[in-house]
């Protein structure tokens, strides 16, 4: 951008960044037409983009960038807007601020235990029969809230450690944005071949006192900690 430096500016870095963002931005639409993306400056100098999910987890991805302020809600559409017009590495800006939109703070981004590795295939499978059985129990209006909350995986660091439930909330995030690819990179769909899915690809669980944070190879979902919820064979 030519002229003074706006108040307010966006950048990705490189045109990978830039595709990265904007794809988390579109999956981010898609879910909710009052998307609001959150961008915020990461320790390690990435660029974080926080978005609330339909499914009232957290979903988070980073990119090579910046912004100003350090933290910053903008609305979904007008930032893809705004980034699928810019060149990498210059500043776009991207208009007012929203952040009244934005409710609670982030996940600190320190004091999480790595709890266990689950293979990626497995996740699909429990979304995929999550799916089935949302739209035989759902109504018009979606799935049925107790289906979303139940725990449908519990993992534990080995005997006797204490365990972590994930909720059909935080699987159906997880793929819903895409954080989930195949071998070859490829979005996994409702109807990709789970083999294409490296056997070995890990989906990583980390908790804190106040979260359960789970990482795929593309993005991450936050899911509150709550009591102990039992495990519901899908």
Same mark, same amino acid.
């Given at each position: 951008?030519?002229?003074? $430096?706006?108040?307010?500016?966006?950048?990705?870095?490189?045109?990978?960044?830039?595709?990265?963002?904007?794809?988390?931005?579109?999956?981010?639409?898609?879910?909710?037409?009052?998307?609001?993306?959150?961008?915020?400056?990461?320790?390690?100098?990435?660029?974080?983009?926080?978005?609330?999910?339909?499914?009232?987890?957290?979903?988070?991805?980073?990119?090579?960038?910046?912004?100003?302020?350090?933290?910053?809600?903008?609305?979904?559409?007008?930032?893809?807007?705004?980034?699928?017009?810019?060149?990498?590495?210059?500043?776009?800006?991207?208009?007012?601020?929203?952040?009244?939109?934005?409710?609670?703070?982030?996940?600190?981004? $320190?004091?999480?235990?790595? *709890?266990?590795?689950?293979?990626?295939?497995?996740?699909?499978?429990?979304?995929?029969?999550?799916?089935?059985?949302?739209?035989?129990?759902?109504?018009?209006?979606?799935?049925?809230?107790?289906?979303?909350?139940?725990?449908?995986?519990?993992?534990?660091?080995?005997?006797?450690?204490?365990?972590?439930?994930?909720?059909?909330?935080?699987?159906?995030?997880?793929?819903?944005?895409?954080?989930?690819?195949?071998?070859?990179?490829?979005? *996994?769909?409702?109807?990709?071949?789970?083999?294409?899915?490296?056997?070995?690809?890990?989906?990583?669980?980390?908790?804190?006192?106040?979260?359960?944070?789970?990482?795929?190879?593309?993005?991450? *979902?936050?899911?509150?900690?709550?009591?102990?919820?039992? *495990?519901?064979?899908?």
């Amino acid at each position: 951008m030519n002229g003074p $430096t706006p108040e307010r500016w966006v950048r990705a870095a490189s045109e990978s960044d830039r595709t990265d963002a904007l794809a988390f931005i579109a999956r981010a639409a898609r879910m909710s037409d009052a998307a609001v993306i959150r961008l915020h400056g990461r320790p390690d100098g990435r660029l974080g983009l926080w978005t609330h999910t339909g499914f009232d987890v957290l979903a988070t991805r980073s990119i090579v960038g910046g912004s100003a302020p350090a933290d910053i809600v903008c609305d979904a559409e007008q930032l893809r807007a705004v980034l699928a017009t810019a060149q990498p590495g210059t500043l776009a800006d991207p208009g007012f601020t929203f952040g009244g939109a934005w409710q609670g703070a982030l996940p600190a981004a $320190t004091g999480y235990t790595h *709890v266990d590795d689950v293979p990626a295939r497995s996740v699909v499978e429990l979304a995929r029969s999550g799916a089935r059985l949302a739209r035989t129990e759902g109504s018009a209006h979606g799935p049925a809230t107790g289906l979303l909350d139940q725990g449908v995986l519990e993992v534990s660091a080995g005997a006797g450690e204490p365990a972590v439930t994930i909720i059909l909330r935080s699987v159906f995030a997880l793929t819903a944005m895409g954080f989930v690819r195949d071998a070859d990179g490829h979005e *996994v769909t409702d109807t990709s071949d789970l083999n294409r899915i490296a056997e070995d690809e890990p989906i990583r669980v980390r908790a804190s006192t106040a979260w359960i944070r789970i990482d795929a190879r593309f993005g991450s *979902v936050y899911q509150r900690r709550t009591r102990d919820l039992s *495990v519901t064979a899908l």
